[in-house]
């Protein structure tokens, strides 16, 4: 019986998040911080179900434990989708926020299509490989100046227009129930106790995985 989860994190307030959301089931919520370093993974996949996917099952044979990833974005129809996969290094490999969203600007200058929508995607594996997908959007359109001083991001550039405020304008409250992360998390939450029976089938179906740790053969921790 499946009793641990890990979410392929090392970010304390996404282990708290979910912490609350699972807190009536019998399972513990770990991070990859409490088992050490491990490896990072390579997200170089085309899309947030790639790039999500990839990271649950890197993280789940490394610990030879169920795990759950995420990833998300910003995409903007005039742009063709981009940033996308992309959106924190749109800018660059070491941009800032700031940087992201300035460019963001630039590349939308005279544009006057500003539709985008934020996505999500939550993705939980098994050591062997099958997985389960949780997806979650948020429409709004990109202004052409930032407003408000919460959030990160792209957020001061995106208004969700039925409360006619960026999500920097939000409070944690009101863009938690209406964000792409936020209904990705709610569609998980509802179906947790089937997500626990699923694990459970998976990890009865296979044999007890051995951790990987081929992967730390040439990394050198010792510093």
Same mark, same amino acid.
């Given at each position: ?12 307030? =996404?282990?708290? #998040?979910? !912490? ?15 088992? @050490?370093?491990?490896? #990072? ?11 999500? $996917? =990839? ?13 759950? %990833? &995420? ?6 129809? %005039? ?7 992309? +959106?924190?290094? $749109?800018? @660059?490999?070491?941009?800032? &926020?700031?940087? /992201?969203? /300035?460019?963001?600007? !630039? *590349?939308?200058? @005279?544009?006057?299509?500003?539709? %985008? ?7 939980? %594996?098994?050591?062997? @490989?099958?997985?389960?997908? $949780? ?33 920097? *304008?939000?409070?944690? #409250?009101? =863009? /938690? ?12 939450? *509802? ?22 740790? +081929?992967?730390?053969? /040439? ?5």
């Amino acid at each position: 019986m499946v009793s641990i989860l890990v979410l392929a994190t090392t970010n304390k307030n =996404k282990v708290k #998040e979910f !912490q609350e959301i699972v807190g009536d089931f019998p399972i513990e919520i770990k991070s990859v911080a409490d088992f @050490g370093p491990i490896p #990072e993974c390579i997200e170089d996949g085309e899309t947030f179900d790639d790039n999500a $996917y =990839k990271k649950a099952l890197h993280t789940a044979k490394i610990l030879g434990l169920p795990a759950i %990833a &995420d990833d998300s974005g910003l995409e903007v129809e %005039a742009l063709n989708g981009a940033p996308g996969v992309y +959106s924190a290094r $749109y800018a @660059g490999e070491s941009a800032t &926020d700031e940087d /992201n969203c /300035n460019k963001l600007l !630039q *590349e939308l200058k @005279g544009e006057t299509n500003r539709k %985008a929508a934020f996505k999500c995607v939550l993705s939980i %594996a098994v050591p062997s @490989g099958p997985a389960l997908t $949780y997806e979650g959007s948020c429409e709004g359109v990109i202004l052409e100046e930032k407003r408000g001083e919460s959030g990160f991001g792209y957020d001061p550039l995106f208004l969700f227009e039925p409360f006619n405020k960026t999500f920097a *304008e939000c409070s944690s #409250e009101e =863009k /938690n129930k209406v964000s792409h992360r936020g209904k990705a998390l709610a569609e998980l939450s *509802e179906e947790f106790d089937k997500v626990l029976i699923w694990l459970n089938q998976r990890l009865a179906e296979e044999k007890p995985p051995k951790p990987d740790h +081929s992967e730390f053969e /040439n990394n050198d921790w010792s510093e």
